[in-house]
């Protein structure tokens, strides 16, 4: 039987074992799927090493950027972005093969790219800001370049930003946020996990104040669907969108890589 899984810490907040155990199920595909709480990305190995029918794996916070330097091989697009959330292992001669794949990307681009068009039919250039600056703020910023738009990531710790492409954008902290700058940037992209199940009531700091009925507000967090950081976007009169679509989306991705077709 083939087998599955999810790296990353901590995996309460994790949908991805329930979503593949019944689609297993459904479709009658003989595999299972665990998720391997991994609080050290220096264990990983030690995971390869003793589960012989792991065949794939879903990486998620803190390891998307750090499991890449165990990895044989990229796919284009992980080593454009900088980070991984998907790996198909392959074994030969008994050594394990393993190469990373983002599927957040699509799923993140797919999910927001009709709501972009909806508020921006002219196709003017639109500027985002991307909260957060980890492995799921690259897919983020990969996707908005390729749909056009000019993304610039906050930090409470600005610094330098390259994806692995060498593609660098501007960096600013919280307190750069004046309303100017919400007024000029009407894409808004919470990456951090503030917000999620059980700390709720948590929202970047940003002046929620400046938000009008112009502004995009999407939130990767997906539990509650409505986190802090959207609430208050609506309560503006901001569209806002949930990350849930995107989870599903860079599921379906993961399952094409295992499966062997092409992203």
Known sequence: MKKFGIIGYPLGHSFSRSYFTEKFTREQIDA??????????????DLVAREPQLCGLNVTLPHKQAVMSYLDELSPEAAAIGAVNVIKIVRRAGRPMMKGYNSDYLGFRDSIAPAIQAMNPSGEPLRALVFGTGGASRAVVYALLQLGLRPVTVSRHPSSYRLGDGTQTDCL?????????????????NTTPLGMSPDIQGSVPI??????????????????????????????GATTLSGLSMLYLQAQGSWRVWSGEAL
Do not use: K, W
């Open 32 to 45: 299972v799927y665990e998720a391997f709480p991994m609080e050290s990305i220096e264990r990983f190995p």
């Open 173 to 189: 902290s919280y307190t750069d946020l004046s309303p100017e700058v919400m007024a000029s940037h009407r894409v808004l992209v």
């Open 207 to 236: 002046p929620y104040g400046c938000l009008t009925d112009r502004h995009l507000l999407y939130d990767l967090v997906y539990n509650p669907e409505e986190t802090a950081f959207l609430r208050q976007g609506r309560e503006q």
